[in-house]
């Protein structure tokens, strides 16, 4: 994705950018977003002063750590997983029309 006109970009400086995506998927995190809306006749839009408002839950350091540590191992598993889930995609969408049309046999 790129970055440009209306749009925002957040980077996080105290937590990992992980925890911050979690919080703002959580309940509390939405409940943040929601709070913080601006609310337009054809959509609504959280602006870089509503992200300002936010409030984020940021627990002490060693708790961050701990976090850190344990969710690092499967934030990777999902990683290798989207990526494999993308190239079996690919692999099906390029073989799948073969099969349908007889270039390629099944035994």
Not at 13 to 31: N, W
Not at 36 to 56: A, C, E, P, Q, Y
Not at 89 to 95: G, H, M, P, T, Y
């Amino acid at each position: 994705a790129g970055i440009g006109r209306n749009i925002t970009a957040i980077r996080p400086t105290l937590v990992s950018s992980f925890y911050l995506l979690l919080f703002l998927q959580s309940p509390l995190g939405k409940q943040e977003i929601e709070k913080n809306i601006d609310r337009g006749t054809i959509f609504d839009s959280l602006n870089v002063k509503g992200i300002k408002n936010m409030d984020v839950l940021i627990p002490d350091v060693e708790k961050l750590a701990i976090f850190d540590k344990v969710i690092k191992p499967m934030r990777k598993i999902m990683e290798n997983n989207f990526y494999e889930n993308y190239n079996l995609i690919r692999i099906r969408d390029a073989l799948l029309p073969k099969l349908m049309n007889g270039e390629i046999r099944v035994k």
